[in-house]
Nanobody, 127 residues
Framework: QVQLVESGGGLVQTGGSLRLSCVAS????????MGWFRQAPGKEREFVAA????????SYEDSVKGRFGISRDNAKSTVYLQMNSLKPEDTAVYYC????????????????????WGQGTQVTVSS
């Protein structure tokens, strides 16, 4: 399986921005659709954003639309999550996920579609 390592988390004030990065290794990056999920304390892990293998298609959870942006740099085997206008309710551990089990144009949203996961990076938004 592909190995994933997230970075870029931290503490930020309400309204601030962060950019998360996830570097993939061990497999051909362009074979993978990529996703970001998050898990807040006491809650289940939830979908945040995904990008298709060919970069043409993206998908977002409703609460982050217009504030977050997912992108990928295939030359660097990296997927990014740009997070703007952060809110306290965005506080969570953010996980990067990868799957090579979907067609090139599909940005998967379901946790079960992703067999590979990173260890997560903490994002804390203070009020």
């Amino acid at each position: 399986q592909v190995q994933l390592v997230e970075s870029g988390g931290g503490l930020v004030q309400t309204g601030g921005s962060l950019r998360l990065s996830c570097v993939a290794s061990g497999r051909t990056f362009t074979n993978y659709a990529m996703g970001w999920f998050r898990q807040a304390p006491g809650k289940e892990r939830e979908f945040v954003a995904a990008i298709s293998r060919n970069r043409d298609m993206t998908s977002y959870e409703d609460s982050v639309k217009g504030r977050f942006g997912i992108s990928r740099d295939n030359a660097k085997s990296t997927v990014y999550l740009q997070m703007n206008s952060l809110k306290p309710e965005d506080t969570a551990v953010y996980y990067c996920a990868a799957t090579d089990r979907v067609n090139p144009y599909y940005p998967p949203r379901r946790e079960a579609e992703f067999p590979s996961w990173g260890q997560g990076t903490q994002v804390t938004v203070s009020s």
